[in-house]
């Protein structure tokens, strides 16, 4: 638990850094790096790619949280 909570922050705040708007705060960036994890990893998965080290584990779940985070501005920018 302690270990997905340490990649979601690192991952949810490279996808804040490598997004323009500098991301959502400490929290929310968090929690979109734990959940940018669960979509990274079943992206990855379905190509047939599993991480099995931490840098693995943080690009995995940095790709995830950025395809959550641009797919929630489009949500809200057409609303």
């Known amino acids: 638990m302690l270990g997905s909570i340490f990649v979601g922050l690192i ?7 490598l997004i323009r708007g500098g991301g ?5 960036d968090i929690l979109l790096g ?9 992206l ?3 190509v047939g790619v599993h991480p ?8 995995v779940s940095t790709v995830g949280a950025i395809a959550l985070v641009l797919s929630t ?6 609303m």
């Open 11 to 17: 991952a949810g705040w490279l996808a804040g850094q």
């Open 24 to 28: 959502y705060g400490m929290i929310a």
């Open 44 to 46: 990855f998965g379905t």
């Open 52 to 59: 099995h080290h931490l840098f693995g584990a943080v690009m």
């Open 34 to 42: 734990m959940v940018g994890g669960v979509i990274g990893g079943w």
């Open 73 to 78: 501005r489009i949500v809200l920018d057409e």
